[in-house]
């Protein structure tokens, strides 16, 4: 069975600080993965996604960046943190086919300080 | 451009009584519609979808939804709603002709609270 794994379930850093958010797939290959942000307990908003390795596409400029360096390995970074990247990060796969649906990690709670 | 709406920030039921949580879309084709359950610190959790065929779409925990063209909504419903029930629900869509990579649209979602 296909399982995903997103890693730290939280995270508190500073201003100014690096940020790397990992999240893994296993039991299928090839899949579509995401980045979303959850601000406040709300709505989701799609930050990056990749239909394979090296492709990302951005849906919002931001002070994030993500990479595919693997198949199933899909990064979240940033060089210098914002007290607004502050959020709840999570990370989905899919199929590649749209009638799919999207299976979400546990998500990393990030505070800014 | 495809959209999803819900209208309710909050909605309040008593255990036992029917619950029905709303949802409308807009896209330029025939969509693809789909509700996410979401308990506190957690990921999304698939409940049910919508493809084609049945308007009346059968999911986890005795959830059901109807797709409603006319109306373009596709409203979550249970006949008998438990307080475990009480989470933060999301709706989303997705064109079928769109032609980049899988992405659905996600609503602002909707606080369930199942008082006793």
């Known amino acids: 069975s296909q399982t995903i794994h997103q890693w730290p379930a939280t995270l508190v850093q500073p201003v100014g600080s690096p940020l790397s958010l990992e999240c893994t797939v296993e039991?299928?290959?090839?899949?579509?993965l995401y980045w979303y942000r959850q601000a406040a307990g709300r709505g989701l908003q799609l930050l990056f996604y990749?239909?394979?390795?090296?492709?990302i596409s951005s849906e919002v400029p931001q002070n994030l960046s993500a990479s595919r360096p693997q198949d199933r390995q899909f990064i979240l970074s940033s060089k210098k943190l914002l007290l607004s990247d502050s959020g709840f990060y999570l990370c989905a796969w899919s199929y590649t086919n749209p009638k799919n649906i999207q299976y979400f990690g546990a998500g990393t709670r990030l505070s800014v300080l | 451009a495809q959209s999803v709406a819900q209208p309710e920030d909050q909605v309040n039921v008593a255990e036992g009584n029917p619950l029905t949580v709303k949802c409308t879309y807009s896209v330029s084709g025939n969509p693809y519609l789909f509700w996410y359950v979401q308990y506190p610190n957690r990921g999304l959790q698939f409940l049910l979808k919508y493809i084609t065929g049945d308007n009346l779409v059968k999911g986890s925990y005795g959830f059901e939804a109807e797709f409603n063209k006319s109306q373009t909504s596709f409203h979550l419903k249970k006949p008998s709603a438990l307080v475990s029930d009480s989470a933060l629900y999301f709706c989303a869509v997705r064109d079928k002709g769109y032609s980049s990579a899988s992405k659905i649209i996600f609503g602002s979602g909707t606080r369930l609270s199942i008082r006793p």
């Open positions: 039991g299928t290959s090839n899949p579509n």
């Open positions: 990749s239909v394979g390795i090296g492709q």
